[in-house]
Antibody, heavy 116, light 106 residues
């Protein structure tokens, strides 16, 4: 069974950075892309970017370049997303989702709250 | 960036009623995917490649469309279908989602 387990909720101060994780199981990590998505409260879903589990190759939504950095650790089948210089506009639920074009498997989401 | 416009924004349907949700793209796309999201949960892939039901999706759901106009249809509304539905494309980078249709039960 494919599973994506995301790290817990984060409360961070403005200007800080945070690193979210997405630990996978049930499939061959290096054979698939992992995408990251953002959903602000009551709003639609935005695609941040994706990363290939095999070689760490990335693709980003231009809107999130400089804000998000995607990495993987093949040894632990885990994907990571660093978010930098956080502002209130970064307060949202962040999802990891397997694949590149459509998403049949999702993590449970990580709530990031940016507040002083 | 391709903008996906969903209509209606919100609607309510009675049990047994036929429901059609639409998604219009600002430029032509090759296919459309649809997701169902209930409050506090992750989205679920519902329809992929325009017209294919994802695993476990009841056959009262169907998808159709081409070019810039796509739709998701429920042949007979059931209580469990109340949710927000999003369309999504990746014919053009960046991948984008529509703003969603919130479907409620009357």
């Amino acid at each position: 069974e494919v599973q994506l387990q995301q790290s817990g909720a984060e409360l961070v101060k403005p200007g800080a950075s945070v690193k979210l994780s997405c630990k996978t199981s049930g499939y061959t990590f290096s054979n698939y892309y992992m995408s990251w998505l953002k959903q602000m409260p009551g709003q639609n879903i935005e695609w941040i970017g994706n990363i290939y589990g095999g070689n760490g190759g990335t693709g980003y939504n231009q809107k999130f370049k400089g804000k998000a950095t995607l990495t993987v650790d093949k040894s632990s089948s885990t994907a990571y997303m660093d978010l930098s210089s956080l502002t209130s506009e970064d307060s949202a639920v962040y999802f990891c989702a397997r694949d590149r074009t459509e998403f049949a498997y999702w993590g449970q989401g990580t709530l990031v709250t940016v507040s002083s | 960036e391709i903008v996906l416009t969903q209509s209606p924004t919100t609607m309510a349907a009675s049990p047994g009623e036929k429901v059609t949700l639409t998604c219009r793209a600002s430029s032509s796309v090759s296919y459309m995917h649809w997701y169902q999201q209930k409050s506090g949960a992750s989205p679920k892939l519902w329809i992929y490649d325009t017209s294919n039901r994802a695993s476990g999706v009841p056959n009262r759901f169907s998808g159709s469309g081409s070019g810039t106009s796509y739709s998701l249809t429920i042949s007979s509304m059931e209580t469990e279908d109340a949710a927000t539905y999003y369309c999504q494309q990746w014919s053009s980078n960046p991948l984008t989602f529509g703003s969603g249709t919130k479907l409620e039960i009357k």
